[in-house]
């Protein structure tokens, strides 16, 4: 059986929204013609075959968060394991979706691309034998929410480059739209918002991302209630929400009811937490939830964000409530609690500790255990395959230490069949997150101050969820366990993207002695070389660049700068 989708994907200029400010320009980089990106549906254990062609006057990698590609690190998208797609190329992933459910997003992993976009929808669904915990939903209803700039992803580049912060973001958007003008002082007239149209008495699943650069984001639905069943591919203890903290990178569904009157449309919100500059706070993303039968246009002040300015525990104790339904069975018919991480014994334990941003050289840059990763021309992964040295190196620190900071390239070891255990120590002011290619995780405890080993006493060791994005508070620390049953060499990164452009993230090495072709897939023929391996790399042919065939619009704007295309044609087969 084979299904057929064609992805194309383009780089829209389009007006964005400057929420405080008036309108300005700026460019998104679209797929398909659209901002966000194309949804890919598909269902667990099914194969995909998405090509990915770069429009783009820069090299590209789409990575696909959250997608656990099993054994298979070469199709992860990411500097570590693939050479980037150069312009005006393209390139083919395929990859399998085994054993996985849940809702997950794809996006440009380079250089701060994804402030521009480029980013669009993963749903995994169950297969037909395993049923879902809770009943069929009416629809689903996908939302991104993220902080924007109105520069583009060169300008904060070059402001990052410069030793500069990025400051305040210009605006929330949710779907690539601006603000529904819920305050004529905060929201200038004549820009697009987004609206959410449903019908009275049905329940849809909402399926939210923070894809943004750094900004944490409180969600929450005007007078209705969120019941959580879903987090980065675990169904979660279905508990009620009236708002939910959804930090960088992260995803939740959430099933929502249309259970209110409907005397007016209704706010959905994403409103900034955890900022320190006040102007931080004035601006929040707006969206309408619209019934079909509505009455009259949402008015009125916005649902009230957490009143916790005095309680720093509220938000942890909120991401402490989320635990994993041990009875639920999701990739596989077996409960999700069947297996009992918590009775396996440690094997390796890594401490990463970020701190402020330190100087190095005159520059600032981002580190973990006071290492800022250099990406290497060459990826690990295909050093490593044809045995060149001095690529990188394996000494990267796995305890936190009073080392001076550097710059290197390097790895930290994991032995496969292991069970590691990860602390994030968060010496920073601000909320940090951190996710893990290829892997998911039990984020088995987090709280405030100095991790010790006897903070073991405190993991949840029966229900914690298993996910592949978690928060690290500031001034505090989260443990996670993870069980090493993917061979390959995975990204661990900070996904806020400006401590992740200045080198804060690490690669996994996780090598099994029997190693390739045996545990570990080969490597793709269609693999890309560069750095030391470049002489390898064949020439490709090109078909014409259709450059303006297609007009991107992404949602709100009317004037459009420049249209290209990123022709990207998937096809999903089982
Ligand atoms: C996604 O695929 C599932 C299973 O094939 C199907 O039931 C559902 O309608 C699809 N959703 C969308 C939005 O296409
Ligand atoms: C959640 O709210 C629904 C009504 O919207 C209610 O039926 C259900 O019992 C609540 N669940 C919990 C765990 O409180
Ligand atoms: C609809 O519900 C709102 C509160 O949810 C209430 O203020 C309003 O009076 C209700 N309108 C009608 C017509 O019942
Ligand atoms: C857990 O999943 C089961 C399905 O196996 C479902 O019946 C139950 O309601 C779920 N419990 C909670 C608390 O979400
Ligand atoms: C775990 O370690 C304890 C001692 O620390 C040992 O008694 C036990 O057998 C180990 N369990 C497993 C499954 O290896
Ligand atoms: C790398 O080394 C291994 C083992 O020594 C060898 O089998 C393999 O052929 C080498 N690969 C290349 C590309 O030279
Ligand atoms: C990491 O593993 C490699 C083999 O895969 C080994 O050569 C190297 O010495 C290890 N590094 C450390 C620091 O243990
Ligand atoms: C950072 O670490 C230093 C030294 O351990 C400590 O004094 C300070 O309180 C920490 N700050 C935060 C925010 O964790
Ligand atoms: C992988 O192993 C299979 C079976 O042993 C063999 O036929 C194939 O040539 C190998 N492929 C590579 C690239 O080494
Ligand atoms: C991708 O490149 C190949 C050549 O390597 C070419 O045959 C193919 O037509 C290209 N596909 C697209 C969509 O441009």
Redesign the pocket.
């Known amino acids: 059986m084979a299904a057929a989708m064609t992805v194309a994907v383009v780089l829209a200029a389009v007006v964005a929204a400057a929420a405080a400010a008036a309108a300005a320009q700026a460019e998104v980089i679209g797929i398909n013609n659209q901002f966000p990106g194309p949804l890919l549906n598909v269902t667990t254990n099914q194969n995909v075959r998405v090509n990915v062609q770069n429009n783009l006057d820069e090299p590209l990698l789409i990575t696909w968060d959250g997608i656990q590609m099993r054994m298979n690190s070469w199709q992860d998208g990411v500097m570590g394991t693939n050479c980037p797609i150069p312009p005006g190329w393209n390139w083919t992933y395929e990859f399998q979706l085994k054993d996985q459910i849940g809702s997950f997003f794809y996006f440009p992993s380079l250089g701060l691309q994804r402030a521009a976009g480029g980013f669009g929808p993963i749903t995994v669904n169950n297969r037909a034998t395993v049923p879902l915990?809770f009943d069929q939903p009416h629809g689903d209803i996908t939302l991104f929410i993220g902080d924007w700039y109105t520069k583009t992803h060169v300008e904060l580049r070059n402001m990052l480059d410069d030793n500069q912060e990025l400051g305040v973001p210009d605006a929330i958007l949710i779907n690539g739209r601006a603000p529904y003008i819920y305050d004529s002082a905060l929201v200038p007239d004549g820009l697009q918002y987004e609206t959410v149209g449903v019908e009275p008495g049905k329940t849809y699943r909402f399926r939210v991302h923070n894809v943004g650069i750094s900004t944490s984001l409180n969600f929450r639905i005007q007078n209705h209630n969120m019941r959580l069943v879903e987090t980065e591919g675990t169904?979660t203890?279905?508990q009620n929400y009236t708002n939910l903290d959804i930090h960088v990178g992260q995803s939740y569904s959430f099933l929502v009811t249309m259970d209110q009157n409907a005397s007016t449309d209704y706010y959905i919100v994403a409103s900034p937490r955890f900022v320190s500059n006040p102007r931080g706070h004035e601006v929040a993303g707006v969206a309408i939830l619209q019934y079909s039968n509505s009455k009259g246009r949402a008015s009125g002040s916005l649902p009230d964000a957490p009143n916790d300015n005095y309680d720093k525990y509220y938000s942890m104790n909120q991401a402490r409530s989320i635990r994993m339904?041990t009875?639920?069975?999701a990739a596989r018919p077996n409960p999700q609690g069947s297996f009992h991480y918590g009775s396996i014994n440690i094997t390796q334990t890594f401490v990463l500790k970020n701190e402020q941003p330190l100087s190095i050289n005159g520059k600032r840059w981002r580190t973990i255990n006071r290492v800022s990763y250099s990406p290497p021309e060459t990826p690990l992964r295909l050093a490593d395959l044809h045995n060149l040295t001095g690529v990188y190196t394996t000494d990267f620190p796995a305890m936190p230490s009073n080392a001076p900071a550097r710059i290197a390239s390097s790895a930290l070891n994991a032995s496969y069949k292991g069970f590691l255990e990860i602390v994030f120590q968060n010496n920073d002011t601000d909320v940090q997150t951190y996710h893990l290619d290829g892997y998911s995780f039990f984020v088995v405890g987090m709280n405030y101050g100095e991790w010790t080993p006897d903070r073991r006493n405190e993991y949840n060791k029966w229900d914690a969820i298993s996910r592949c994005t978690t928060q690290v508070f500031p001034g505090g620390w989260t443990a996670v366990l993870v069980s090493l049953d993917n061979v390959g060499i995975w990204n661990l990164r900070a996904e806020k993207l400006d401590n992740w452009y200045r080198g804060q993230e690490v690669y996994v090495k996780v090598a099994d002695p029997l190693g390739y072709n045996i545990t570990e897939m080969v490597i793709p023929d269609n693999a890309l070389y560069c750095g030391l391996l470049k002489e390898r790399q064949k020439p490709q042919v090109h078909e014409s660049n259709s450059k303006s065939s297609v007009q991107g619009d992404a949602g709100w704007s009317n004037k459009l700068l420049t249209t290209m295309i990123l022709v990207v044609a998937a096809v999903i087969f089982s």
Request: glycine share 12%.
């Open positions: 915990p169904y203890n279905q339904n009875s639920a069975g």
